[in-house]
C-alpha cells in the first residue's frame, strides 16, 4: 500500500514538473511564455464624453471606469480618421490617412468595402511572425469576403463578425462571417429579430481567450457598439426606459430593399437605447476582465481601449442630449476634435501604473509600432507610427510627434494638422483651394472657438506646407485637383 502511494507521488510531482521550465531551457522558449497577451478593444463612434470617467453624467460606464482606475488614461489620442474604414487602416497598418492604403469608406458591391491590398503589412501579420495567435472579433471593413483585403488574408487567424461596414449597422442581420463561411442566422430571417450579433460575436471572441489562454495571442474586438441604429433586446433597454425624457421616436427603415442592409430600424425610445447599447458594451468589457481572471492569465494581459473616432447623429442618436464629445467641437466625419479626439486606456499589470494619466500627443499609427516593441519583433518597414511603450512603463525617454496629419475625402475634402499644441484645420479642399487654413492653440482653445490664423502667418505657412508635404499619392483616394498635395 505504502509503495503503491510513493510511486503515485513521484509520478505527480514528475508530472507537474513538466509545466515549468526546464533548466536551460531553449532562451526562445522561456521568452515566448513571457509574451504578454494583448486585447484591443474598439468601441464604433464612441464619443470622448460617452464614458463616465470623461464626464458622461445621463449613465455610467462602471468596468470602463475600472478599468481606467487600473490602468493609465490617455488624455490626448486620436484616432486614426473620423470614419471607419480608414481609421482602422490606421490602426493595423502603423501609417496616417496620408500614406495608409485605406483613406476612405469605398463600398464594393454587394458586400464589403474596397480591399487593403495583399501588399500591406498589418499589425496581425507582425503578431504572428512573433508567435501570436490572432483574431478579430465584430466590424471588418477593410475588403470584401475572399478578396486580398479579406481579414483571413491580412494575418489574422480568424474572424468572426460583420465583413461589410454597411451590413454592420444592423443588429439583427441575415448572416454575419466565421472565416470564409457565410454564417446564415435564422432567428432573423424576415422581420425575427432572436439573434442579437454582438452578443453572438462576444460569444466567440470569449471562446477564443479560453482557447489560447496557454499561448501568447492578440485579439482585436472590434465592436459595433454605440453605431447606430438603435437596437438591442428589451431585457438590455429597461433601465432606462423612461428615464431619459424627452424621447423622440426615429422613424427609420423597418421594411424593403435595405431593411437589415444599411438602413437604420425605427426606435420609439432612443436615449434609452443609446445608453443601454453603451452600457451593454461595458458589460461585455467586464466579461473580458472577468475571463482572463479567472483563468489566471490578467497580470499577463494588456488591455486597450479606444473608439474609431467621434459620435455619430444617425439613426436617431442625439449627441448634443448626452454631450457625447464632451467640451471638443465637432462629430464623426469632421477633422475638429470632436471627431476624432478619442478616449483611450490601457491597463497592464504590473508594468502600466494603475489610476495614471498622461498628455502625451499619439494616435492609431502608434499602436503597431508600440505592440511590435512589446512582442519584441522588429519592424523594418517606414512607419508613421512611433511607439508609446516608454509613456506605458512611465519612462520619461518618450520620442515626440513633429505632427500629426488627417485627410478626409468626403464633405467636400478635410485636412487637419496637429503640430504640439497648435491645430491647422482645412474644410473644403474640393471646393476652394485658396482658402486659408483655420488655427487653433488647442492649449487654450480645445474646443477650437477662436481662429487665430491671422496673428500667425508663418506658422499658417508652415502648416500648409506640412498639408502638402504629408501625403503620398492615392490612385484610388483622390482629391480632384492633383496638383495639391501631391508634392514630392
Request: net charge negative; hydrophobic share 35%.
Amino acid at each position: 500500500m505504502k509503495t503503491s502511494y510513493l510511486v503515485l507521488l513521484l509520478f505527480a510531482l514528475s508530472f507537474a514538473s513538466c509545466k515549468k521550465p526546464v533548466k536551460g531551457a531553449p532562451k526562445e522558449v522561456i521568452e515566448k511564455k513571457a509574451k504578454p497577451n494583448i486585447i484591443y478593444i474598439l468601441a464604433d463612434d464612441l464619443g470622448y464624453g460617452d464614458v463616465s470617467f470623461n464626464g458622461q453624467s445621463k449613465f455610467e460606464t462602471p468596468n470602463i471606469d475600472k478599468l481606467a482606475a487600473e490602468g493609465m488614461v490617455f488624455t490626448q489620442h486620436y484616432s486614426g480618421s473620423t470614419v471607419c474604414a480608414p481609421s482602422r487602416s490606421a490602426l493595423l497598418t502603423g501609417m496616417h490617412t496620408g500614406h495608409t492604403a485605406i483613406r476612405g469608406n469605398k463600398e464594393v458591391l454587394p458586400e464589403g468595402q474596397h480591399p487593403m491590398p495583399a501588399s500591406t503589412y498589418t499589425m496581425a501579420e507582425m503578431f504572428k511572425e512573433a508567435g501570436y495567435k490572432t483574431s478579430v472579433y465584430g466590424k471588418w471593413g477593410l475588403g470584401y469576403p475572399g478578396s486580398e483585403g479579406d481579414a483571413n488574408m491580412q494575418g489574422f487567424d480568424e474572424f468572426f463578425g460583420y465583413n461589410c461596414q454597411r451590413v454592420a449597422h444592423n443588429y439583427y442581420p441575415y448572416h454575419l462571417w466565421h472565416n470564409q463561411e457565410k454564417v446564415m442566422l435564422k432567428g432573423n430571417e424576415g422581420k425575427k429579430t432572436e439573434v442579437y450579433a454582438p452578443d453572438l460575436i462576444h460569444d466567440k471572441a470569449m471562446a477564443f481567450i479560453d482557447e489560447n489562454k496557454d499561448n501568447p495571442f492578440f485579439m482585436f474586438y472590434a465592436s459595433a457598439l454605440p453605431h447606430a441604429e438603435l437596437l438591442l433586446p428589451e431585457k438590455y433597454m429597461e433601465p432606462y426606459l423612461g428615464k431619459l425624457l424627452p424621447e423622440k421616436k426615429h422613424i427609420g427603415i423597418d421594411d424593403g430593399p435595405t431593411y437589415k442592409n444599411g438602413g437604420y430600424g425605427s426606435q420609439e425610445y432612443p436615449h434609452a437605447a443609446f445608453a443601454a447599447m453603451i452600457h451593454h458594451l461595458d458589460a461585455q468589457v467586464g466579461d473580458i476582465v472577468n475571463k482572463l481572471e479567472e483563468l489566471g492569465i490578467a497580470d499577463n494581459t494588456l488591455i486597450v481601449f479606444t473608439s474609431d473616432n467621434g459620435p455619430h447623429r444617425e439613426g436617431g442618436a442625439d449627441p448634443e442630449y448626452f454631450n457625447s464629445n464632451g467640451i471638443y467641437k465637432g462629430y464623426k466625419r469632421d477633422l475638429y476634435e470632436g471627431g476624432i479626439h478619442v478616449p483611450m486606456i490601457a491597463k497592464w499589470p504590473g508594468t502600466i501604473k494603475e489610476g495614471s494619466s498622461n498628455n502625451h500627443i499619439s494616435a492609431f499609427w502608434d499602436v503597431m509600432p508600440t505592440f511590435a516593441e512589446i512582442a519584441d519583433k522588429p519592424i523594418e518597414n517606414n512607419l508613421d507610427g512611433i511607439s508609446f511603450l516608454p509613456t506605458l512603463k512611465g519612462e520619461k525617454a518618450q520620442k515626440k510627434h513633429k505632427y500629426l496629419y488627417w485627410e478626409f475625402h468626403e464633405k467636400g475634402g478635410r485636412i487637419a494638422i496637429r503640430k504640439g499644441k497648435w491645430k491647422g484645420v482645412k474644410y473644403n479642399v474640393l471646393k476652394n483651394l485658396e482658402k486659408p487654413i483655420e488655427l487653433y492653440d488647442l492649449e487654450v482653445d480645445p474646443e477650437e472657438q477662436d481662429n487665430i490664423a491671422g496673428n500667425h502667418p508663418e506658422l499658417v505657412q508652415e502648416i500648409t506646407t506640412l498639408m502638402q508635404k504629408a501625403r503620398t499619392p492615392s490612385d484610388i483616394f483622390q482629391f480632384a485637383a492633383p496638383t495639391y498635395l501631391n508634392v514630392d
